[in-house]
Nanobody, 119 residues
Framework: QVQLVESGGGLVQAGGSLRLSCAASERTFSNYKVAWFRQAPGKERELVAQLTWSGSTRYYADSVKGRFTISRDNTKNTLYLQMNSLKPEDTAVYYC????????????WGQGTQVTVSS
């Protein structure tokens, strides 16, 4: 069972930057596809960015493309989300997730970290 712990959220003004981190408890994390999701009040959870275990393939939601960067350091069992040019509509709870190979859904989730962007 992999435990994921997010950090780095907070309050920032529009146009600012934040870097989220997600630390995994197990080295097997390096074999998993990983992602960041977010959920704003009253809205469904949405996929923000996704990264394969090797880091060779990235996906970004259109709403964050060009502003957010997902990356991982498998030597540290850590996933990152660099968020630049933040907008008030980026305000949400951000979750990291990991998927065991060949599974169809994400198996492990963090507890979430709040990101609030003021206008």
């Amino acid at each position: 069972q992999v435990q994921l712990v997010e950090s780095g959220g907070g309050l920032v003004q529009a146009g600012g930057s934040l870097r989220l981190s997600c630390a995994a408890s197990e080295r097997t994390f390096s074999n998993y596809k990983v992602a960041w999701f977010r959920q704003a009040p009253g809205k469904e959870r949405e996929l923000v960015a996704q990264l394969t275990w090797s880091g060779s393939t990235r996906y970004y939601a259109d709403s964050v493309k060009g502003r957010f960067t997902i990356s991982r350091d498998n030597t540290k069992n850590t996933l990152y989300l660099q968020m630049n040019s933040l907008k008030p509509e980026d305000t949400a709870v951000y979750y990291c997730a990991a998927q065991i190979p060949l599974r169809a859904t994400y198996d492990f989730w963090g507890q979430g970290t709040q990101v609030t962007v003021s206008s």
